[in-house]
């Protein structure tokens, strides 16, 4: 799988900005505070996707795919 859209370096708040589908899937594994856009601006843009996902314990590899996967879902439409 190739991906084009972001990188796992990317801070939270740069993929957010740039895939709006990524809050979603972010609360889905427990982001509730991306939700709000003055937390999503503030600690969105001090840590890392990677760094998110292993807070989390979640394979960042599978979470890569499902982000991808939904964006191309929705671009597709």
Not at 32 to 40: A, G, L, S, V, Y
Request: glycine fraction near 2%; proline fraction near 0%.
């Amino acid at each position: 799988m190739e991906n084009k859209y972001f990188a796992l370096s990317d801070t939270l708040f740069d993929v957010t900005e740039k895939h709006a589908e990524a809050i979603d899937l972010l609360v889905t594994i427990g982001f509730e505070n991306i939700k709000d856009e003055n937390q999503r601006k503030s600690i969105g843009k001090a840590i890392t996707l990677e760094a998110a996902l292993k807070m989390k314990k979640i394979n960042a590899k599978v979470f890569e795919k499902q982000l991808v996967d939904l964006i191309e879902t929705l671009t597709r439409v």
